[in-house]
């Protein structure tokens, strides 16, 4: 992987919408070791239109970075490999076996794999053939429904098949995002291969990512749905890991300056259009509120910005309302 750590290392998890180029060296620099970019399809790699190119988009100080595909015809996945190592070179190929949504399980990508063991022996085959040098590591849920946890047997595949490392989602593919993560079968699977597996699914704050570094397996952790809320998430657990570490929350008016941070280097990379800009990240801005006080009331402001004024107008009013904003420390865990 071109990387080497002997602490556990800690990944980005790729999220649709989410983990572009800004956010991705937002993360690096809070603690993320790894970072992935936003899946993309096979057929968006092989035409390479703008909206591909615009999710490959990254810069040096992101490596390792790797490349994450989806898709389930091995001979175009294949050519794909070929074409983006040739495109932009990236340290890993990720292949995605656990997206739960509809419209990519309804193509037979994502998690539809996970219930056709011979396709997906074939897609890994394929790719780590194309990818040549490159390292391909894989994603998967524990399986498609409670009735078929299967994640022992797909991740047997997956290592048989030449990927260096596999990433696993504690819930099935029916779970969607509900429910709690069953780290009983991850710690399962991370026991039963020979490769690096790396837990995912409820590490919300720096304690729980200790536990599950004790009570499995593992080889490190992948985190998102708290890293969206809550990126410092990163920086909290290796400060926990330290001999003498006891991770300190974030003051309430480093969090909006970061917010505010975030909402700069966005405009930046839609070169200057601010507009468009400020909405494609609306989402994300309402993450960065929970846990805060008032935070419905600032979601409310926030899904109706249209410019980085109106978000530090938001920002500078809340710290008056809160009066001691410096004194107020926000952490993963208070996002819950």
């Not at 993320?32 to 968006?44: C, K, M, N, P, R």
């Not at 507009?275 to 960065?288: C, G, I, Q, T």
């Amino acid at each position: 992987m071109n990387h080497t750590v002997d602490a556990p290392l800690l990944y980005l998890a790729p999220m649709a919408g989410v983990t572009n180029t800004v956010f991705r060296r937002m993360a690096k620099n809070l603690g993320a070791d790894i970072l992935t970019t936003e899946f993309v399809s096979a057929e968006g790699i092989l035409h390479r239109n703008e909206r591909t190119r615009r999710f490959l988009d990254f810069v040096p100080a992101e490596r390792p970075l790797g490349v994450q595909l989806f898709g389930a015809d091995p001979e175009r996945l294949g050519e794909a490999v070929k074409a983006v190592c040739d495109w932009v070179a990236p340290d890993f190929i990720d292949l995605n076996f656990g997206c739960p949504v509809n419209k990519v399980v309804a193509k037979n990508g994502g998690s539809s794999l996970l219930r056709d063991c011979p396709l997906l022996a074939k897609v890994a085959r394929a790719v780590v053939s194309a990818a040549g040098s490159t390292p391909v590591t894989a994603k998967i849920r524990i399986g498609w429904s409670a009735c078929q946890i299967n994640a022992l047997e797909t991740s047997r595949i997956l290592a048989a098949e030449g990927i260096s490392r596999l990433a696993v989602h504690g819930r099935t593919k029916e779970q969607g995002y509900s429910g709690l993560a069953d780290w009983q079968v991850i710690d399962e699977v991370a026991r039963s291969i020979d490769i690096p597996v790396i837990g995912n699914g409820d590490i919300d704050s720096a304690e729980v990512a200790l536990r599950r570094l004790k009570e499995t397996a593992v080889s490190g952790l992948m985190i998102g749905r708290a890293a969206m809320a809550h990126p410092w998430i990163f920086r909290e657990i290796k400060t926990a890991l330290a001999p003498t570490g006891a991770p300190a929350g974030v003051p309430l008016r480093d969090k909006w300056a970061f917010i505010c941070e975030h909402v700069r280097r966005e405009i930046a990379w839609w070169n200057g259009a601010e507009e468009p800009a400020v909405k494609s990240l609306r989402a994300r801005l309402m993450s960065y509120t929970r846990g805060l006080p008032g935070g419905a009331r600032l979601r409310e402001r926030l899904q109706k910005t249209v410019s980085l004024a109106e978000v530090e107008d938001i920002a500078a009013q809340h710290l008056e309302t809160c009066a001691a904003g410096e004194e107020i420390l926000c952490t993963a865990a208070a996002g819950r």
